[in-house]
């Protein structure tokens, strides 16, 4: 019983090893990928820093009007759904509703 009891230890033994080697493996695959992520934000630090801004402001012009266009139609569709709400039958077969959407666009 007790050449088991060892047999069953050294089977332990290596099953831990095995176990050590492939974490020290992962953790050196995960050093490495944390390394170029940090590789590439510190690029992307300085082309930000570098990029003048006037760079940036027709992009940030173009965002605020689109904001804008989809804040519009939102509030399209909460008046278009407070107005449901007010008048039930108006939506009873959804062409009022289709007809709203469609003249959203």
Request: no cysteine.
């Amino acid at each position: 019983m007790e050449t088991s009891g060892l047999e069953l230890l050294e089977q332990k033994i290596r099953r831990a090893a095995d176990l050590i080697r492939s974490l020290r493996e992962e953790r050196a695959s995960l050093q490495r990928r944390l390394d170029e992520r940090e590789t590439e934000i510190e690029s992307m630090q300085r082309r930000l820093d570098e990029a003048p801004e006037e760079d940036l402001a027709p992009e940030v012009e173009r965002l605020r009007e689109e904001r804008g266009g989809i804040l519009a139609r939102v509030d399209r569709m909460l008046e278009i759904l407070d107005e449901l709400e007010a008048d039930p039958g108006r939506g009873e077969n959804g062409q009022g509703l289709l007809a709203a959407v469609d003249g959203m666009e």
